[in-house]
């Protein structure tokens, strides 16, 4: 089974940045579609970001649009979410996921990480 770690959350003020990486477990990462996603307190997990297998398309929520950026390094089996111009709002859990699909629903996700806190003061 693919196990992925999340890194690199911590506290931030507001405006500022973080880069999250996620490591995969094995080779096999590449065949994977990689995702993003942050369950904030008290609300539901939704989705952040997306990336295909090749890391050519890729595909974001409109409350991250401009701000966030996803990227994959094959060969280091490795998925980042660079996050600038951060937000109070961006508090929350950040996890990310794979998946054998290119889509951005949840419960596509076959593969988790344990997650990683991102706190955004203002």
């Known amino acids: 089974q693919l196990h992925l770690v999340e890194s690199g959350g911590g506290l931030v003020q507001a405006g500022g940045s973080l880069r999250l990486s996620c490591a995969a477990s094995?080779?096999?990462?590449?065949?994977?579609?990689m995702g993003w996603f942050r369950r904030a307190p008290g609300k539901e997990r939704e989705f952040v970001a997306a990336i295909k297998w090749s890391g050519s398309n890729t595909r974001y929520a409109d409350s991250v649009k401009g701000r966030f950026t996803i990227s994959r390094d094959n060969a280091k089996n490795t998925v980042y979410l660079q996050m600038n111009g951060l937000k109070p709002d961006d508090t929350a859990v950040y996890y990310c996921a794979a998946s054998s699909l290119w889509t951005t629903v949840t419960l596509s996700y076959a593969y988790w990480g344990q997650g990683t806190q991102v706190t955004v003061s203002s």
């Open positions: 094995e080779s096999t990462f590449s065949s994977y579609v």
